[in-house]
């Protein structure tokens, strides 16, 4: 188990359990950066930082159909919570059902 894979969760955590909501969709957005961070590892071997990492993520993400769903989602909420003041958390239902699957991790939410 990875350190990337216990900080996905652990973000996916504080973001289920927060009323703040930019703390909610930060660390919602911050999940998803982990668990292609932990991808990467897996496939690369690579655990380092740098903007070459941020591109390979990002990649990551694009070319997995259910984690650039829900990055579009939470992308969506940031932009509706800085133009309407409000957001939905119902995205969060489909990050924690990508984390049980990618992750193979069960929530005792």
């Known amino acids: 188990m990875s350190e990337h894979r216990d900080l996905a969760i652990k973000y996916f ?6 009323v703040n909501p930019i703390i909610c969709l930060s660390f919602a957005l911050r999940s998803i950066e982990e668990i292609a961070m932990d991808i990467l590892l897996e496939s690369e071997g690579y655990n380092v930082y740098s903007p070459d990492t941020q591109n390979k993520m990002i990649k990551i993400i694009r070319e997995n159909p259910e984690l650039y ?19 939905n958390k119902e995205f969060l239902v489909d990050l924690e059902k990508i984390i049980s699957k990618i992750l193979n991790y069960t929530f005792k939410i």
Do not use: A, C, P, R
């Open 69 to 87: 769903e829900i990055y579009l989602k939470v992308l969506y909420n940031m932009s509706k919570l800085l133009m309407e003041g409000d957001f």
């Open 13 to 18: 955590q504080i973001s289920y359990s927060t």
